[in-house]
C-alpha cells in the first residue's frame, strides 16, 4: 500500500524488478496520488498506468499534456465512458488507437471511432465494433488493406 508520495517514488524507483506490481499498487487515498502528482511530475506516465486509480485522478490524467500519460490513461481497462470519449477525440492517433484496443470500449465509443481520420484507427474501430454487434470473432487479415502511407498521414 502507497501512503506517501515518497513511497510511490520508492516504489518506482524499485520497479524494474516487476512493473507489473507497481500497476496494481493501491494508495491510500486520492490526496496521495495529487501529491506524488505535484512533487513528482515526472512520474505521472507511472501514475496513469496504475490500474487502482481513483477516476477523479484518471479524470485528471486523461487531461494531461504528455501524450504518453494518456496512452497509458486510455489502456486502462476501468477508464470511465466519459473519459474514454474525451480521450476518443485526442489529437494524436497512438492515444484514440489505445482507446480502441481498450477491451472495455463501449459501442458508443467504438462509434466515435469509426470515422476517425486515422484510418488505423478507424478500421480497427468498424472491426471492433463488427465483433461487438455479431459475436463473431476479428479475422488476423482484417487490418490487411491498411498502408505504410496510412500510418504516416
Known amino acids: 500500500m502507497i501512503e506517501t508520495a515518497e513511497d510511490f517514488r520508492r516504489a518506482v ?10 500497476a496494481r499498487t493501491a494508495a491510500m487515498s486520492p490526496c496521495v496520488w495529487h501529491e506524488v502528482l505535484r512533487r513528482f511530475p515526472q512520474l505521472a506516465v507511472w501514475v496513469a498506468a496504475n490500474r487502482t486509480l481513483p477516476d477523479e485522478i484518471v479524470a485528471q490524467l486523461a ?10 490513461v486510455a489502456s486502462n481497462p476501468a ?21 480502441v484496443c481498450n ?21 480497427h474501430a468498424a472491426a471492433r465494433l463488427q465483433h461487438d454487434i455479431n459475436g463473431v470473432m476479428l479475422p488476423a487479415s482484417y487490418l490487411d488493406e491498411v498502408s505504410v502511407a496510412d500510418l504516416l498521414h
Do not use: G, N, W, Y
Request: aromatic residues 2%; proline residues 2%; contains cysteine.
Open 13 to 22: 524507483d524499485d520497479a524494474a524488478a516487476d512493473p507489473a506490481r507497481l
Open 79 to 99: 477508464l470511465q465512458e466519459d473519459a474514454m470519449l474525451r480521450l476518443a477525440h485526442d489529437k494524436f492517433d497512438l492515444v484514440r488507437m489505445r482507446i
Open 103 to 123: 477491451a472495455s470500449a463501449t459501442r458508443e465509443v467504438l462509434r466515435a471511432l469509426v470515422s476517425d481520420s486515422c484510418v488505423v484507427v478507424s478500421l
Open 63 to 72: 487531461l494531461h499534456e504528455s501524450m504518453q500519460v494518456r496512452v497509458a
